[in-house]
């Protein structure tokens, strides 16, 4: 029994633990750090990452109450066209500081880099944090963290309709 259970808890693990995002926090100060956020997370930052560490454990802070009103709020995305390169090509202005048009050319190329390609979003937003500490019973905290992730394929009927309008006699499939 034991050659067989030890086995199949590692590979229970691994597969079930692929999609747990429990600590995968996305902010400036973890990712500075090494993505630290839930060793080096104290007092009101400890939300989310690290309850443990909403004690008072920084050095002369005596506060009794930490409240925060809308502190942290960020919006990441990834995908395989959407870059820093592909932005600066098809939506920034031009090296002499002239406004961008797309031309048929850069429709054409935007359409086969970006059609039926998935991207991925997360946005989050810390609402309200609230912590009491006391002296005798330890510290209690109370926080509103609100995030969505998911993912999108932009189609090419509807990446032609963005780029191009509606033009007449064109049938577009937005399903």
Known sequence: ??????????????????NLFSQNVFDVRSMSMG????????DIDAFNQNPANILNQRLNKNSLIYFNLFTNAGLFTSSDYLSLDFYDDYFTKDDNGNTRYLNDNDKANILNEASNQQSNYLASAKILSFILNTKNSGSFGLS?????NGNFIPGRDFLELVLNGNEANTTYNLS
């Open 1 to 18: 029994m034991k050659p067989v259970f030890f086995p199949v808890t590692i590979l229970f693990f691994i597969f079930s633990c692929s």
């Open 144 to 148: 509103i963290y609100e995030s969505t």
């Open 35 to 42: 993505n630290t956020s839930v060793s080096n997370s104290y």
